[in-house]
């Protein structure tokens, strides 16, 4: 069980400074709505409802990038989720950010601009150095608690997100709460049957490090998407390399070959490979072919193929719990959907605990018309999820749970 204390702790009629995560996809200047404005939802109308004075913090990118943008957008976005005014201010610490916050009455609602246009943000440092910051300094006095909901970003070290907790009483709000719980399953959670892990996605570097991790919790992985491939390629196929412009394989196979070759030696009863994939046959048609009948290395592929989804079904039916990362094909294109909307769709038919999580695959569940209610938990978090699947700490989790043992809870 998490040792923070949660917003039912909060005393009445508080000024809450309020830390979530609104960093999206943004299309031509503007954020595009998701999963994210719909969690924090629950914890900005509970606070409001509950009549206290709720100014909000996010980020959105960062310097440089195309997608660091202003918050007004967001602002806009939220208050149609939470259906209620969410008032903007393109300030995060000066006087006309402290003008707003002092002039909003019980029960509104204010989003300050990007927490990334304050220098003080984002050099990562101890939250020690990060209380110190002005930025904290100068915004934490005109509070009474401090309510962390950015479980997403709590991987970073952040002034936001570690700062702000040593500065004020902190708590922790119900994305915060339940990603918590969910993500952190695969260590906590007694399994009475097998426990599976479906691996896939493009960032194989990252799942090869949770595979290697979770070792004996997981009774089996089930893999597709590039790693997948990177596998094959270890187990002697001529899959799983660059084609084309391609480069999502070769630096990742340098990278992480020795790794693959070690977590195959030692687990590889474990591990589940595919045993056909798919690819853009010459009319652009799904053609698949069986990976044991794949003799040279100029196929890009796409997908697993349907023996593959036949193979997975049934290990992921009589499994317990079944926790997801990364997608086992290209399931944008509806061509190359049947990996990833099969594994889902058998996991949706089962009763197991289920973690779907990766902001990409997520978005799988909502494009092939399967309910979110299906699975025990529908992860908003990318890289703070592994991390919890690791069992590496989050730096900002960590923070509350010292707050808590300071306010003797
Ligand atoms: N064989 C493949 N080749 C290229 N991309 C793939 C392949 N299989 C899956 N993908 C892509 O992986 C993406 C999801 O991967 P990733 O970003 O690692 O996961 P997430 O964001 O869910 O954590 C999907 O957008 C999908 O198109
Ligand atoms: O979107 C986020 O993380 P994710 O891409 O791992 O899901 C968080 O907002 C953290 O953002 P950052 O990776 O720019 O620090």
Redesign the pocket.
């Known amino acids: 069980m998490p040792e923070f204390d949660t917003i039912d702790d909060l005393p009445a009629d508080s000024r809450v400074l309020v830390r979530l995560?609104l960093?999206s996809p943004i299309e031509d200047g503007s954020p595009q709505d998701n999963r994210r404005f719909e969690r924090h939802t629950e914890t900005v109308r509970e606070l409001a409802a509950a009549g206290h004075r709720v100014v909000l913090m996010a980020?959105q990118g960062?310097p440089g990038r195309d997608d660091f943008t202003s918050l007004a957008g967001h602002a806009e976005l939220l208050a149609d989720h939470v259906d209620r005014d969410v008032a903007f201010v393109d300030d995060t610490y000066g006087d006309e950010a402290l003008d707003a916050i002092d002039a909003i009455d019980a029960g509104e609602v204010l989003l300050l601009e990007n927490t990334r246009m304050c220098e003080d943000e984002l050099p990562e440092a101890e939250p020690e150095a990060k209380a110190e910051t002005e930025f904290v300094r100068t915004l934490a006095p005109h509070f009474d608690a401090y309510v962390n909901d950015a479980y997403?970003?709590a991987h970073?070290k952040h002034a936001s997100l570690v700062g702000f907790p040593l500065a004020l009483p902190a708590y922790a709000g119900r994305v915060m709460e339940t990603e918590y719980e969910a993500n952190t399953a695969i260590a906590t959670r007694e399994f009475d049957g097998p426990v599976t892990m479906v691996v896939g996605g493009t960032k194989a570097t990252d799942v090869i490090g949770v595979m290697d991790a979770l070792d004996d919790r997981v009774d089996r992985f089930l893999l597709g998407g590039v790693a997948g491939e990177l596998f094959l390629r270890a187990a002697g196929h001529p899959v799983g390399h660059d084609v084309g412009e391609m480069d999502l394989f070769d630096e990742q196979w340098e990278r992480n070959r020795e790794l693959i070759e070690s977590v195959l030696d030692e687990r590889g009863d474990a591990i589940h490979l595919a045993s056909d994939l798919a690819y853009e046959g010459p009319d652009g048609e799904r053609a698949e072919v069986a990976v044991d009948d794949i003799d040279e290395k100029e196929t890009g592929f796409l997908d697993v193929g349907a023996a593959t989804v036949d193979d997975y079904r049934p290990l992921i039916r009589e499994s317990d719990g079944v926790f997801v990362k990364g997608a086992l094909g290209v399931f944008e294109d509806e061509r190359f959907a049947d990996g990833t909307v099969g594994a889902l769709a058998a996991i949706a038919e089962t009763d197991c605990f289920s973690v779907v999580g990766g902001?990409d695959t997520s978005r799988a569940i909502e494009m092939y018309g399967l309910s979110e209610d299906e699975f025990s938990h529908v992860s908003i978090?990318?890289?703070?999820y592994i991390r919890a699947l690791t069992g590496e700490p989050l730096p900002a989790v960590e923070v509350l749970e010292a707050a808590a043992r300071r306010a003797g809870n």
């Open positions: 995560d960093n980020h960062r997403s970003a970073r902001g978090a990318g890289g703070a």
